[in-house]
């Protein structure tokens, strides 16, 4: 595997920011990338795509990666489908993707039984690298339990005593807001109040924030990603809530925090990625990042990245077909911008750091300013058994 400066001098050398990755002519391996290119997670399904195949034309390999898109909708039903025709159909080696824990937990008995190797670039779903784990499913991107268990501690030791939760109605919403709870009741926190609203279907957040505000809470503390993030942030904004704003990272992602504009400012979060990290190989990446795209990664970008990352690394390692690619990705570590990166080989999920970060206004726009850093974050086994 080579460092990622060497990759990028070779990308630099030769030219390779605009080549693209489909359907080169001797391609050895088949990757099917499947992401939501619609819906209310598009732009995390496209930030991926950029992340995956700039990973790719940076090391130089496009002509040895053939690539087939899907898109999930972010639907479980529609992304099993896709999952099915990818691997039947178009035989690919490898999927790439997810973003939806919805999605993933219904592809997961089918990717298991085709032993089909899955490079998960996203979804968080606890149980695919808990109870229902498999040796065809590794995880680059974080778990629920990872990004939410650590803020829960974090925030009762912070000197928050009440919360009021609020998060999607669906696995992932259900799993993000257990965590948390989990680890602040555990730390000495009380939950307040809590409430699930209609995935992808909320309009009005009016009644749930006056519930929050009127439960006399510290703080709200909420998991909201893409469309539904930038709707909550403003109208969390408008309605001048006193109760400050705590949530999941992706509330206040790089990727959409334009777009949610001063409302954003003072949100705090937790996440696996930042951009504004100070380490060489985040620098190295924000910068190739920025010339290639003219915006900051997000935390969608650099699991796009690093899956394209695990998978050169698994292909060196093993083997360009599908049950090489499957032995050997459990396997890999390798630098990405977040640092050095280790699969967990009792659970396949990723070991990392959880950073807490505030949303603030930088000389160019809105910017996260890190607050504090919990190293080395690893989930349980939680029932795993490979
Ligand atoms: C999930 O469904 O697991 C998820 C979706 C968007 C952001 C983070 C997690």
Redesign the pocket.
Known sequence: MKSLFAKMAMATTLGLGMVSVQLPAHADTKVGLILPYTGT?AA?GNAITDGFNMAIEEAGRTDEFSIVTEDTE?KPPVGLAKARKLVLQDKVDVMVGV??????GAMRDFVHQSQTPLIVA????NLATGENCSPYIVRV??S?GQ?NRPMGTWMAENGIKTVYTLAPD????H??IESFSAAFTAAGGEIAGSDFTPFGQTKDFGPYLTNAQSSGADAIFV?Y??GGAINFVKQYGSFDIKTPLYG?G?LTSPLYVAAEGDAAIGVRASLHYIPTLDTPENKAFVDAFMAKHGTMPSE?SVQGYDAGLALMAAVDAGGADKKNIAAALPNVSYVGPRGALEIDPATNNIVQNIYVYDTVMGDDGLTQKLIDTIPSVRDDVAGCQM
């Open positions: 997670y995390l972010a973003v939806s824990s919805g999605v993933l996203n979804a968080g779903n991107s974080f629920n990004i669906y696995s992932a919403g799993q993000m998991f990603a893409g999941s992706f969608y």
